[in-house]
């Protein structure tokens, strides 16, 4: 039996040929700032504004992320907020149109309700700064939790943005970027994971969901994704919740995701009667009653190996 002596250095991975090299907190705060510096000065030569902290804009962005990440929010560390002026010429383009779009969807609805939400879309540095220069273009990526839904925009519902953290990527700064969108949804109808499709079924239908009772993720087509989106906000922040594994069971230096944050993530998308099961799982692995390696197959069972991807490219 494997001995643990410390469960927070132990780590859950499903291939470790595929896990990216740690990023040590003390080394990411030690850097010179000069490329961060590089990075915002972009995001303001592109009509965006570094928000103060003290302002209401400020905090009703920050408060909305972090309710959105649940238990994990006290380990996350909102670097930066940036708000979109709209005051270059193609911002202006993108916030006009972005307005006629929804005059148009409201005519359509009878004058009734267009159904505009905000939303959350996680990216890597790069998606970002070609979505500020050329706007949206990557269509088809899996959500957070792995699965695909169409071949549209994915972006996480307001309430959810933990789901775009999942889908965001470290840069070399050791931050995550992630918009804040309004997002013209219209007449919705439910896409199921693992969709092949490009278009709505019908034409009465404009956007899609994962659940039309309570939506986490929405779906926008690719027709209309420069036009029913337009984003208000970046932020850039940290979550620090990885290090390197000490563990005997898994390789060394293979860094991981720490169990206890793990465990948490899993909470916020699997039911009770499967989190009860992990629980049970995690307490006889820490009285030695299974193996990690068995421990380790009953999680990925429970959970599913898709889900598990998607956490663990939270890594880097």
Not at 302 to 311: D, P
Request: charged share 20%.
């Amino acid at each position: 039996m494997e001995p643990v002596n410390n469960e927070e250095q132990v780590t859950i991975d499903i291939d470790y040929n595929e896990i990216p090299e740690a990023v040590d907190d003390d080394s990411v705060t030690n850097k010179p700032n000069s490329n961060l510096d590089v990075l915002f000065r972009f995001f303001t030569d592109n009509g965006m504004v570094q928000s103060e902290e003290a302002s209401n804009e400020y905090n009703e962005v920050k408060d909305s992320f972090l309710s959105g990440m649940g238990t994990l929010a006290e380990e996350t560390q909102i670097v930066a907020i940036h708000t979109n002026m709209s005051s270059s010429l193609a911002g202006k383009a993108r916030l006009s149109s972005f307005q006629i779009f929804q005059e148009a969807m409201s005519r359509k609805c009878g004058g009734g309700d267009t159904n505009v939400r905000s939303a959350w879309y996680g990216a890597a540095k790069d998606e970002i700064r070609e979505i500020l220069c050329h706007g949206f273009s990557r269509i088809g990526k899996a959500a957070g939790n792995g699965e695909k839904y169409g071949h549209g925009l994915h972006l996480s519902n307001s309430n959810f943005s933990i789901d775009s953290v999942l889908s965001s990527e470290m840069d070399s700064n050791g931050l995550r970027h992630v918009l804040l969108c309004r997002v013209i949804l219209g007449n919705v109808e439910t896409v199921a994971a693992g969709s092949n499709r490009f278009h709505p079924s019908m034409k009465v239908y404009d956007s899609g969901v994962d659940n039309l009772a309570v939506p986490s993720r929405y779906i926008v087509w690719s027709c209309c994704m420069n036009s029913h989106i337009y984003f208000t906000d970046i932020v850039s922040f940290k979550f620090p919740c990885y290090e390197a594994s000490t563990s005997t069971s898994a390789p060394p230096s293979s860094p991981g995701l720490r169990v206890s944050t793990l465990i948490k993530i899993l909470s916020m998308y699997l039911d009770p009667q499967k989190m009860a099961l992990i629980y049970r799982f995690r307490i006889d692995f820490r009285a030695q009653r299974i193996p990690w390696a068995e421990f380790k197959q009953k999680v990925v069972e429970v959970s599913g190996a898709k889900l598990l991807s998607g956490i663990l490219k939270l890594r880097g």
